[in-house]
């Protein structure tokens, strides 16, 4: 997917919402499609691959957004999804969502550039999660488990909470990419983290507590 911008697939039962979404995507350059409001339609559309990856909104009227997003990845052979939520509540849906290893996560009031940058970021295989979502996915989490990480583990998965995939990583620190998969299995045990998403989350709080 590198080298041109990537086809979205919006979820999104509120249609005036998916519509001014597909507007704004089409404005930057980006292929957008609106699934129609049907949870069975819109597991086919994500497992078609016609799209480089997909937009969910999780509070679907119509089938969960979070049971959905699980359903697809799962399957293993849908496009990468980028969950979408307007809660930071710890215990809410974005904490759930990050437990599903949905490599991206934004909110309903995340900036154009923050969803532009989201969206580019998980079609090219990179993660990505809105930094002002990051202390809601993170919790809970005692500070210290980060101090527990190697400086290599450290640098990776900073590199991984910048949105920089596997691949980049390996190349940016001159390492195998099985290496740096290592490093990322092992910092996510560290920090008893769920999913790398969870654990990139909580090594971007860290470093915004640090600054």
């Given at each position: 997917?590198?080298g041109?911008e990537p086809?979205?697939?919006?979820i ?6 998916a519509?001014g979404?597909?507007l704004?995507l089409?404005d ?13 339609q ?6 078609k691959g ?5 937009l ?6 119509a089938?969960?957004g979070?049971?959905?997003a699980?359903?697809?990845l ?5 496009v990468?999804v980028?969950?979408c ?13 990050s ?22 970021t998980v079609?090219?295989g ?8 990051a ?7 005692p ?15 900073g590199?991984l ?6 691949p ?9 990419l099985?290496?740096?998969r ?21 090594v ?6 640090a600054?």
């Amino acid at each position: 997917m590198e080298g041109h911008e990537p086809a979205v697939l919006i979820i999104d039962d509120r249609l005036a919402v998916a519509r001014g979404t597909q507007l704004l995507l089409r404005d930057a350059g980006l292929a957008a499609t609106v699934c129609p409001d049907n949870p069975d339609q819109a597991l086919a559309k994500l497992r078609k691959g016609d799209h480089d990856v997909a937009l969910v909104e999780l509070r679907r009227r119509a089938g969960n957004g979070v049971a959905l997003a699980r359903e697809a990845l799962q399957a293993g052979d849908a496009v990468p999804v980028v969950l979408c939520t307007a809660s930071t509540a710890p215990r809410g849906p974005l904490l759930a969502a990050s437990r599903l290893g949905a490599p991206g996560l934004v909110l309903t009031s995340s900036s154009e550039a923050t969803l532009l940058g989201a969206l580019r970021t998980v079609a090219n295989g990179g993660t990505f999660v809105d930094p002002e979502a990051a202390a809601a996915v993170a919790q809970p989490w005692p500070g210290d488990r980060v101090a527990r990480l190697s400086p290599r583990e450290w640098e990776v998965m900073g590199l991984l909470a910048d949105g920089y995939a596997g691949p980049e990583i390996a190349e940016q620190l001159f390492l195998s990419l099985e290496t740096v998969r290592t490093h990322i299995r092992n910092a996510a045990g560290k920090l008893e983290a769920r999913t790398r998403v969870q654990a990139a989350a909580m090594v971007a709080c860290a470093r915004e507590e640090a600054r």
